[in-house]
């Protein structure tokens, strides 16, 4: 993974949370759709070992 591709994932994981905290009356507005369970939590993880792969 390039650091292009990395700082993607990372803007995206940014957005999804800030839009998680937001609050929406309509119930299909956007910010009412969550993506699967502890995803981005993963995601992070993810990101997380392969910056330690690549320092190493």
Excluded at 1 to 27: D, F, H, P, Q
Excluded at 45 to 54: A, N
């Amino acid at each position: 993974m390039n650091e292009e591709t990395r700082g993607a994932l990372e803007r995206v994981i940014k957005e999804v949370k800030e839009k998680r905290e937001a609050r929406c009356l309509n119930i299909d507005c956007v910010v009412n759709h969550r993506i699967g369970g502890n995803d981005i939590q993963l995601v992070e993880g993810w990101l997380d070992e392969t910056k330690k792969e690549i320092e190493e």
